[in-house]
């Protein structure tokens, strides 16, 4: 006769979430409190970290609205900046290289360097690249201020200070890996985050997005060039049409250029959700 049919019960909880958790990026654990008599239930999230025990004296009919009544109380509310990200993007979380894919119609690229070539080799073409991206962010966010978000890989979901969001892009059981995102808000100016750019030029980092702060225009830089993503078709036509010289050569602009290289494995089509 199974003696513990409450930690049953809290195992079976546990185990109706994992996979939502996993793309949300908390990591359940359960172990015997140190009187050996209750259950100690832990989730740990991004800059966050909640614990419960279930006593014996719990009964097992009660033990899921218990942890649910707690799951609500204990998962911090989702932020300003990820409800704007819901209410402009829906289709796509903020993984930048997704975005093309989602919205088509919104999207358009420019290519960093002449005939499409994609790493400066001198000086002189690190300046057409940083000329080339500043040009459009000044068109699109010139007078203004913006969000510009980068992203660190890690294989825990502890992502340190600065943090906006966590993205899990590997949902593996054993060896999850996360992208944590970090949103840094700062007044446009031509040449503000020359530096990054450039890093960004060399492959030294990526998913990299400079928004609006409403989130309705992205431009995301990468190794080779630029997506822009634009509130309207007509918008990103408008766009486009400004600098046919920096297109790509296959379907005017509007395919995916140099072939890529392979991107981590994302989950889900849309922004991680809450619990």
């Known amino acids: 006769m199974n003696e513990r049919p409450w930690a049953d019960a809290a195992c079976q909880w546990v185990q109706e979430h994992q996979d939502r958790w996993l793309r949300q990026a908390i990591v359940p654990a ?25 006593r014996p004296d719990l009964a097992a009919e009660d033990v899921r609205g218990h942890l649910d009544d707690w799951l609500r109380e204990s998962v911090p509310p989702v932020s300003d900046l990820s409800r704007r990200w819901d209410r402009q993007w829906d289709r796509c979380g903020p993984e930048a290289h997704r975005l093309k894919h989602a919205y088509p119609e919104r999207w358009v690229r420019f290519h960093s360097l002449p005939e499409s070539k994609r790493y400066p080799g001198t000086e002189d073409e690190y300046a057409i690249a940083l000329h080339r991206y500043n040009a459009v962010l000044d068109e699109l966010f010139a ?10 890989w890690r294989e825990d979901p502890e992502p340190g200070t600065g943090h906006w969001t966590t993205i899990c892009v590997d949902p593996d059981l054993d060896y999850p890996s996360y992208w944590h995102l970090y949103a840094k808000r700062i007044p446009w100016t031509n040449g503000a985050i020359d530096t990054l750019l450039r890093e960004v030029a060399d492959d030294a980092e990526a998913n990299v997005m400079i928004t609006d702060l409403d989130l309705r225009r992205i431009h995301h830089p990468y190794d080779g060039g630029a997506d822009v993503l634009l509130p309207t078709t007509d918008e990103r036509d408008a766009l486009r049409a400004r600098h046919p010289d920096w297109l790509g050569s296959q379907e005017g602009g509007y395919s995916s250029g140099f072939g890529g290289r392979t991107c981590l494995r994302s989950v889900g089509s849309a922004a991680p959700t809450r619990p």
Not at 143 to 152: L, P, Q
């Open 143 to 152: 007078g203004g201020e913006v969000y510009v978000i980068t992203m660190r």
């Open 30 to 54: 359960l172990h015997s409190a140190t009187t050996g008599t209750a259950l100690v239930v832990e989730l740990t999230g991004p800059a966050w970290r909640a614990r419960t025990e279930l």
